[in-house]
């Protein structure tokens, strides 16, 4: 085999080609003259050489190579290479040259043995020649067969010792640098951390590029952990150092970090340049410490450097984030003094800062100054300032804004879309946001947050239809809901009380594979306490705690807001115990919310027990703490209390408002004290609080109750010169002040100033017109009001009725009177005590308020009937008293019936001695009412009674109409502690039909039968039955039946039809009565809201007539 040595280049001198080959094999026999083969080596001139080393040769020589081949193993192997190698150690660029033929002939492998390192190790000791080591070293630590970092050094470190070398630095940093290019940084750090524990270091320059290389991949950690080795192995690093790992502190948001690297080189010798203090100053700019940022921009000036553009930027974007504008005014003039042009983005940031102070005018004003100097505002710019327009409520601008800017061209962006419709909103302007939604959906911009702002708005203020309409919109265009779009809707559906809508939405929110947070949990919770549904509310709480999602503390609150609302606030404070070991902090909302229910269920000690509790654990009690506090204690009419906790609230430095003032001027007027109300009212006006609409009404409130109108008209001048809006409540209180004093022209001219602002009256309104007109004996006007009502769809209420009826009968107009009556009962309206008072005497009780009146009647939706039901069952069976109150004085059924045995005993003793004089009396009464009658002779015994002999007539028609008249004489007047039968306890049988008593149409017979029956009962039930000595309805009736007896005589025989309506509306309301009973039964107003005390009356009441419903009674009592 025959080998050809043959070199590519030739910049190799001739003599050294002679040297490459063994001096062996250049034997004579090497040039024999047969077969043989010559290589052409380039000879080149070396004139040429030293003026173009590059440059090819012009003559060639001719080695001959010998036809025995020489041993391959023996020229390539690596001690023959590194032995040439070593021969030309002064000479690089030889070795280099040699190195490159060999490494392209056959069977070298480079990996194997030191040929690599020896010619490194000579070409590093050339200056010249580094530029090649770092590319050898390169391409060899790129390629697939390099060794590892510690690898590599241990074969560096061995063949310098092994050859003389020495340890030259550069070689190992071209090495290090080497696995950072070939981003083969585990073999980087393994070769970092070797050449340290050997004692090298590597240059700063190399480790900056290593920093900058595991910066760039985001390799923060590594990066980190090699400054750390850097630092505490006390290798060298310079102010880029420090930069990079600043600026890689940043990159991941940790300015603490940063500002700990810029104190330890400043702290350190390192010389900081102007990009240290730059990344500085913008760590500063980064968590909003303008102070600290300013003070680094002083340093640099000190320094003489001049900050450039970016660096005032970034300040003057701080400063106005703070809300600190005369600091970026300031830096905005410094930075024009630097030689600075403003920029769009420091005119942008300050148009911010001036709208967020409210000066709207100087935002506007630069905007149209950088116009003016050419600046061309951009989509953030035309962002920032229709957030502006539309934060001020200057929804006009924006819209302007909006409109210049599509016409420069710029296309509107989902964000300055979502501000304009949230402007819109705030101004009310629905039709105008929902134009722009549809703009917005034609033009492809409009997002879920488009649709959550107009759905949120809705659902808000409890449209929920309005907001569904948004919704199908939205899944229409195919925009995904998200949780938030679902909260926004159970919300709107929760404030409208369709819980079953809302867990629908719930149940639809799960199936799209949406996962309910806290706040969708809490808006239910809130829904169903909102809706009275107290037990659903905690059991829907306990779901989501099993659920394992961690309730907040709005959470939390909400369920102990929820329970003292609802009249559970013991419940609330047991509550709220537990969710202190689940990890909940009360805050003071939660402990005002506990402090509220206990003052509102009468529970003024546990409140205070509340309150010191509050300030045992360190919170400071708040403004509404002790508004609360004040004004329970003055709705309980006790100032005292409430003066003391006014003197601690000053004490504790807690300015009182104007809620706290308004809750002692009520009680001062509730009492009267106008003159203290009015030192209250002074105080407020001193310490610079402005009187509220709810103070300015309270003060007409308390002159009116003095009749004092002059005084309310001067502070209702006073609240419109001060432009304090009047509400409904202040000219209710007027018009009723006016028409009580007679200044009915006075209290018109302020009914319709009242209309002419657009305020709609309310039942109160119309019932306060109502009385004052029909009092002054206005009926026509006083009906047209109640012909306004309707038209206006609202129904008149039970006083409204009762006030009209009472009208009617003052005049004399009692077939109007029974109409109204029969009105009444048609709209579906319950009559009361004062309807019944009224249409059995005649006669209105004037001192009920409209506000008692209704509060009365609507006790029937808390204890499932009201009294007045009651009492009117018992009217309809011919009683006047009831035992309810004496239930509620606590006494027991078995006490009264035997404090009452002793009563009647009295009674029967009495009448057995006055009997005579009590039967002339009767017979004077019959003799009155029904003309001439038989005088009776018989005395003292119950069944001879006047009454019960006329009761014995047959019963005609008149016979009829006298005798009911006659019960309502003779029978409550004379003999009504033996025949007012509740009067003395409990009917034995309980109350079931109409009887005689009350109504006299019975027949004869019925009539005999029913007097003697209840005469006997009443005399076996005398022991039995106890008086009710608090409750003087009996008197009250007894008086009310004479006197309309006696009016009624002259008018029945005039017109006898008036009996017959007085006996229909009777009977009609008595079957109103009953149906009311069962009505309230029905609708689930029945046993659970009544306490056992309730539930006995209904027993001892009703007994075998009670409603099946009400059965299980029995058992409990």
């Known amino acids: 085999m025959k080998l050809l040595v043959a070199f590519p280049s030739s910049s190799v001198h001739s003599r050294l080609l002679v040297a490459f080959i063994p001096y062996k094999s250049l034997s004579s026999a090497s040039f024999s003259s047969s077969n043989e083969e010559t290589t052409s080596i380039p000879l080149p001139n070396s004139d040429s050489i030293e003026a173009n080393p590059t440059s090819e040769p012009q003559t060639s020589i001719k080695i001959p190579t010998c036809q025995t081949p020489i041993s391959e193993n023996t020229r390539l192997s690596q001690a023959f290479v590194v032995d040439t190698l070593l021969s030309h150690i002064n000479d690089p660029s030889s070795a280099l040259e040699y190195f490159n033929w060999v490494e392209k002939q056959r069977g070298f492998v480079r990996e194997i043995g030191d040929s690599f390192f020896v010619l490194i190790h000579i070409l590093v000791s050339s200056r010249n020649h580094h530029g090649p080591v770092r590319n050898l070293l390169n391409n060899y630590l790129s390629g697939d067969f390099a060794p590892s970092g510690a690898v590599l050094v241990d074969r560096l470190i061995n063949c310098s010792d092994k050859f003389g070398f020495g340890l030259k630095p550069p070689v190992f940093n071209y090495s290090l640098n080497g696995y950072v290019k070939a981003r083969r940084y585990r073999d980087a750090e393994e070769c970092f951390n070797a050449l340290v524990s050997r004692g090298i270091k590597p240059c700063v320059r190399i480790l900056n590029h290593f920093l900058n290389s595991l910066v760039k991949e985001n390799m923060i950690d590594e990066a980190r952990g090699l400054f750390r080795d850097i630092v505490s192995k006390k290798l060298d690093y310079d102010c880029a150092t420090i930069y990079m790992m600043m600026c890689a502190s940043l990159r991941e948001g940790k300015v603490k970090e940063a500002e700990k690297y810029f104190l330890l080189a400043k702290n350190s010798e390192i010389k900081l340049d102007p990009p240290v203090y730059y990344t500085a100053i913008r760590a500063a700019c980064m968590k909003l410490d303008s102070n600290i940022a300013c003070a680094l921009l002083n340093e640099m000036k000190e320094r003489g450097w001049v900050p450039p553009e970016g660096t005032f930027t970034q300040l003057i974007c701080t400063?106005?984030?703070?809300?600190?504008?005369?600091?970026?005014?300031?830096?905005?003039?410094?930075?024009?003094?630097?030689?600075?042009?403003?920029?769009?983005?420091?005119?942008?940031?300050?148009?911010?800062?001036?709208?967020?102070?409210?000066?709207?005018?100087?935002?506007?004003?630069?905007?149209?100054?950088?116009?003016?100097?050419?600046?061309?505002?951009?989509?953030?710019?035309y962002a920032v300032l229709i957030e502006g327009c539309c934060l001020n409520r200057n929804v006009v601008k924006a819209r302007k804004l909006y409109m210049q800017m599509k016409s420069a061209g710029i296309p509107p962006t989902v964000y300055i879309v979502n501000s304009l419709i949230r402007g819109y909103l705030q101004t009310q302007l629905i039709d105008e946001a929902t134009e722009l939604l549809d703009e917005a959906v034609k033009d492809g911009i409009a997002n879920v947050i488009t649709y959550n702002n107009l759905i949120s708005w809705f659902c808000e203020r409890g449209r929920a239809d309005d907001a569904r309409r948004i919704w199908d919109k939205m899944i229409d265009q195919g925009v995904e809901p998200t949780v938030v779009s679902y909260n926004n809707m159970i919300l709107g559906n929760c404030r409208k009380g369709n819980m079953d809508v809302a867990l629908d939405l719930l149940s639809e929110m799960t199936a799209r594979s949406l996962k309910a947070n806290v706040f969708t949990y809490s808006i239910l919770v809130d829904g169903y306490f909102r809706k009275g549904e107290t037990e659903k509310a905690i059991e829907l709480f306990d779901r989501m705690v099993s659920l394992g999602i961690s309730p907040t503390d709005v959470t939390f609150n909400t369920v102990i807001r929820g329970l003292c609302k609802s009249g559970q606030t013991t419940v609330a404070k047991d509550r709220m115990e537990k969710f202190m070991a689940m990890g909940f902090t009360p805050i003071c909302m939660t402990y005002n919310s506990l402090i509220d229910g206990f003052m509102k269920e009468g529970n003024s000690y546990s409140a205070l027990d509340v309150y010191k509790e509050m300030c045992e654990t360190g919170l400071l009690p708040n403004v509404v703490t002790y508004t609360t506090l004040i004004d329970g204690f003055c709705k309980r009419q006790n100032i005292d209390l409430a003066l003391k906790m006014r003197s601690e609230m000053r004490a504790n430095g807690v300015e009182m408002d104007a809620t706290a003032f308004n809750a002692l001027i009520d009680a001062f007027c509730k009492r009267n004290d106008m003159n203290s109300a009015c030192e209250l009212f002074d105080e407020l006006l001193e310490v610079g609080l402005s009187p509220t609409t709810g103070v300015y009404n309270t003060m007409i409130g308390g002159f009116r109750d003095l009749h004092n109108m002059e005084a309310a008209l001067d502070l209702y001048k006073r609240m419109k010169n001060e432009g304090i809006q009047c509400d409904l409540e202040t000219y209710t209180t007027l018009i009723d002040g006016l028409l009580k004093v007679g200044k009915i022209l006075l209290a018109s001219e302020v009914y319709q100033e009242m209309l002419s602002k657009d305020i709609l009256p309310d039942v109160i309104t119309y019932s306060v017109l109502v009385r004052g007109l029909c009092n002054k004996g206005q009926m026509e006007n006083a009906r047209r009001i109640v012909e306004e009502m309707l038209k206006n769809s609202i129904t008149p209420n039970v006083l409204i009725y009762n006030t009209l009826i009472a009208g009617y009968f003052r005049e004399g107009n009692l077939q109007e009177a029974f109409r109204l009556h029969d009105e009444m009962l048609d709209r579906g309206l319950a009559p009361d005590d004062a309807t019944y008072d009224i249409l059995v005497s005649g006669k209105f009780k004037e001192s009920i308020s409209p506000q008692g009146a209704l509060s009365k009647f609507y006790n029937f939706h808390s204890t499932g009937i009201c009294p007045s039901v009651l009492k009117k069952v018992c009217y309809d069976n011919g009683l006047v008293r009831w035992p309810y109150r004496q239930f509620l004085s606590g006494k027991s059924i078995e006490e009264i019936k035997n404090c009452a045995a002793v009563v009647k005993e009295k009674q029967l003793a009495k009448l057995k001695v006055t009997g005579e004089r009590n039967d002339a009396l009767a017979s004077s009464a019959v003799s009155s009412s029904l003309g001439p009658q038989p005088q009776s002779t018989n005395t003292g015994t119950l069944q001879e009674s006047p009454n019960l002999r006329v009761l014995t007539q047959q019963p005609t028609k008149n016979n009829q109409i006298q005798s009911s008249h006659m019960h309502s004489s003779t029978m409550n007047k004379v003999n009504s502690p033996i025949f007012d039968d509740f009067k003395y306890g409990f009917p034995s049988d309980g109350l079931s039909t109409v009887s005689y008593r009350w109504w006299g149409n019975k027949s004869a017979d019925e009539n005999i039968v029913d007097s003697k029956k209840s005469s006997i009962e009443d005399a076996d039930e005398t022991r039995q039955q106890p008086k009710d000595s608090e409750d003087t309805n009996a008197a009250n009736l007894s008086s009310m039946d004479e006197d309309i007896t006696e009016g009624q005589k002259t008018e029945t025989d005039a017109d006898p039809r008036w009996a017959m309506l007085l006996s229909a509306s009777r009977s009609k309301a008595a079957k109103e009565g009953q149906q009311a009973l069962k009505l309230g039964v029905h609708r689930g107003y029945s046993v659970k809201p009544l306490d056992r005390a309730k539930k006995l009356v209904l027993l001892q009441i009703f007994k075998s007539s009670l409603p099946g419903e009400w059965g299980d009674m029995s058992s409990e009592s």
């Open 319 to 381: 400063c106005v984030k703070q809300r600190n504008m005369v600091e970026a005014l300031r830096l905005k003039d410094e930075m024009i003094d630097s030689g600075h042009s403003i920029n769009l983005v420091v005119a942008t940031s300050l148009m911010k800062g001036y709208y967020q102070q409210g000066d709207l005018h100087s935002s506007l004003a630069l905007f149209d100054k950088i116009v003016e100097d050419g600046l061309s505002p951009n989509k953030v710019t």
